[in-house]
């Protein structure tokens, strides 16, 4: 069973920022990504980044979250900036087995990941 970890949440002010790490073996085969799940609503993506290192980003986290990869110490990052009182959600860190490529257009959707982590709770406050 693979393990996925995820570390890094907090509570910030809105505009503050954050660092959410994610281990997890052999990310450089991996394609992964990150989806947050707010209370009363749908879980819903929020980056994914393939093993080229190519990335998509949901409409309303583009250009404040940057999703990126240290192959070498297999962890998966996510930078938010700028962040906003409806970014408050549990974050969740995920993978696809090894070797699996992301889907072409790399969708956000959870369906294509096999493997998941606990959570990190992200508030923030207005």
């Known amino acids: 069973q693979v393990q996925v970890v995820e570390s890094g949440g907090g509570s910030v002010q809105a505009g503050g920022s954050l660092r959410l790490s994610c281990a997890v073996s052999?990310?450089?085969?991996?394609?992964m990504g990150w989806f947050r799940q707010a209370p009363g609503k749908e879980r819903e993506g929020v980056a994914i980044i393939n093993i080229l290192g190519q990335t998509n980003y949901a409409d309303h986290v583009q250009g404040r979250f940057t999703i990126s990869k240290d192959n070498p110490n297999d962890t998966l990052y996510l930078q938010m900036s700028n962040l906003k009182p409806e970014d408050t959600a549990m974050y969740y860190c995920a993978a696809r087995k090894l070797d699996y490529p992301c889907p072409s257009q790399l969708p956000l959707e959870s369906s294509h990941f096999h493997y998941w982590g606990q959570g990190t709770q992200v508030t923030v406050s207005s």
């Open positions: 052999e990310t450089y085969r991996r394609c």
